[in-house]
């Protein structure tokens, strides 16, 4: 069920208005089931690895209530099922094995659903609290709203929220434009880009510079809008709920470094990785190995997101990318004058761009292609198409500051509530509209 789709609209609706008129007693298992139907709705069957995976869940924070020493293993038994679903054919071409006949489906949210895990399960040894009921468990890994792609909870963060549920007519009109300016990034901006931009990277040596450039620039505002969209809808749709949940971008575009730009884009995979991987990798090799920490964590931040070696190599070449940094100072030199940032800001998007063309490359061949066609293609003519794209590029970048969760809720408290919920629901159901058309998935929904 996509949110951009009416399906999803209708599904809230009813379900708020339950959510609304049940006593505060039953609200949380309310919730629960209500979230367990609406991952059924992808592909039932997958329901019970999202069933087990909350029992785990449970089971292993009864566990390190009692004795942390078991924590190793159940953070590697937490992997597995992602391991079997997700990377199994890759494995086995990696020592020669035939994996044409295995071709497993992704459960939905699996990858998100881990780190969850994984996070529930350190932070329950750090803190050393009483372990939460099943019910808790169960609707922290699964609630709804951020089910799919995040945005990444840690246990503090929305545990002590799940007993305050409730729906009130002010936190909808506070969140509701924030919804709406998702799904029109969704349906306005990032679908139409990727329309024109998928056979450019399905076979880029039939395609001249200019579309290559394009297609480089319009994937990274793609993947953006797309991914900052579901965002947007998922904190709008739990905090009308009465659930704050963290900001995921915070302009990243606007950034004039790489390290700054990975403070402002998935935030919460970016602290994850920190907080569970990087500092850890840190302490066990110190000082004089710090650079060694960046690469393995990027490199396997790469491997999370996909089973395919352009994702490995694009996480290693940001890892290489934040260790050049710093070793150099960059992002002191470059942030001492107002000329070095906007000089940094244009040359931290373009080299992102550059990089993320081995994040959408089915293959590193293509990917070669792809970078071989900018020296070898003759240069092309400007037409109609490219002239949408550049539109919706240029339009993204201009905005581009204001785009954050914050600064969208309060510019439209400026406005008179009648006018922000007309104006918000008039673009959530013509966007909802449209999308049903044409419904295409979230990018994320594939890791």
Request: glycine fraction near 6%.
């Amino acid at each position: 069920m996509l949110f951009q789709l009416p399906s999803f609209i209708l599904f809230f609706v009813v379900f708020a208005s339950g959510l609304r008129a049940i006593p505060d007693a039953f609200k949380k298992q309310y919730a629960l089931v209500a979230s367990i139907i609406f991952y059924s709705f992808w592909y039932v069957p997958y329901t019970f690895v999202l069933l087990g995976l909350i029992l785990f869940g449970w089971l292993s924070c009864q566990l390190l209530s009692r004795s942390n020493g078991r924590l190793s293993l159940l953070v590697i038994l937490s992997l597995l099922p992602l391991c079997y679903y997700k990377y199994t054919g890759f494995l086995l071409s990696i020592i020669g094995v035939d994996e044409q006949g295995f071709h497993l489906m992704l459960p939905l949210g699996i990858s998100f659903v881990t780190f969850t895990l994984i996070s529930m399960m350190i932070d329950q040894v750090r803190s050393k609290s009483p372990p939460a009921s099943l019910l808790d468990v169960g609707l922290f890994i699964s609630f709804f709203p951020q089910l799919i792609a995040g945005p990444i909870l840690r246990t503090q963060q929305m545990m002590p929220q799940l007993d305050f549920l409730q729906v009130k007519g002010r936190q909808i009109i506070y969140n509701l434009p924030l919804f709406a300016v998702g799904i029109f990034k969704k349906v306005l901006i990032a679908d139409p880009i990727a329309r024109y931009i998928d056979p450019v990277f399905s076979n880029p040596a039939q395609y001249n510079v200019l579309d290559l450039a394009v297609a480089m620039f319009g994937f990274s505002i793609q993947i953006y809008c797309d991914f900052s969209a579901y965002s947007d809808m998922a904190i709008a749709s739990a905090a009308m709920l009465g659930i704050k949940l963290p900001e995921n971008f915070r302009s990243p575009y606007s950034a004039h470094s790489m390290n700054e730009i990975w403070r402002r884009w998935h935030m919460t995979l970016s602290l994850w990785i920190r907080d569970y991987l990087f500092f850890p990798l840190t302490r066990r090799l110190k000082t004089k190995l710090i650079y060694l920490s960046f690469l393995i964590s990027m490199t396997l931040s790469g491997l999370w997101h996909g089973a395919n070696a352009t994702f490995i190599l694009w996480g290693a070449v940001h890892g290489m990318l934040l260790i050049i940094e710093h070793g150099l100072g960059y992002e002191r030199w470059i942030s001492r004058t107002r000329l070095r940032r906007a000089s940094g800001v244009m040359f931290n998007f373009l080299l992102w761009s550059l990089v993320i063309v081995l994040f959408r490359s089915p293959d590193l061949l293509t990917a070669f292609d792809f970078y071989q066609g900018f020296w070898q293609n003759g240069l092309g003519e400007f037409h109609d198409d490219h002239m949408l794209i550049v539109g919706l590029i240029a339009m993204t970048l201009l905005f581009h500051k204001f785009d954050q969760v914050d600064r969208i809720r309060q510019l439209f408290v400026r406005v008179s509530p009648i006018i922000s919920v007309s104006i918000s629901v008039g673009l959530i159901m013509g966007c909802s509209i449209l999308a049903a058309s044409q419904p295409q998935n979230f990018y994320y929904f594939e890791f």
